[in-house]
């Protein structure tokens, strides 16, 4: 599968960002998708990632301590897409963002197999 993530850009703190990560080869509802971000300086850090739809498409989502409450990861089939809304934006938020899929995970805690580029995330104070 192929990832192309978009959205980032320029954000004043309190503002809000969609990121979106367009997958193209295989459909996303066959990997357990998600989002990481990396700071200058910083290690990768772990955003929040969506599971692979149960048979009564059911998603489990899960989210890095830093942004619970405020960003919302999710799955358009039909743009076979996945999302991550980001509200209530800080300005340690700034990072470049990646979009990743695994067909196991969780990503969490195995290293996603696939890869998109990054997308620059700056939110100023």
């Known amino acids: 599968v192929q990832l192309q993530a978009s959205g980032g850009g320029l954000v004043q703190a309190g503002g809000s960002l969609r990121l979106s990560c367009a997958a193209s080869?295989?459909?996303?509802?066959?990997?357990?998708m998600g989002w990481f971000r990396q700071a200058p300086g910083k290690e990768r850090e772990f955003v929040a990632e969506i599971s692979k739809p149960t048979r009564w498409n059911f998603s489990s989502k899960d989210y890095g301590d830093s942004v619970k409450g405020r960003f919302t990861i999710y799955r358009d089939n039909d743009k076979n897409s996945v999302y991550l809304q980001m509200n209530s934006l800080k300005p340690e938020d700034t990072a470049v963002y990646y979009c990743?899929?695994?067909?196991?995970?969780?990503?969490?805690?195995?290293?996603?197999?696939?890869w998109g580029q990054g997308t620059l995330v700056t939110v100023s104070s």
């Open positions: 990743a899929a695994d067909p196991s995970g969780p990503l969490l805690t195995a290293r996603p197999e696939y």
């Open positions: 080869g295989r459909t996303v509802g066959t990997y357990v």
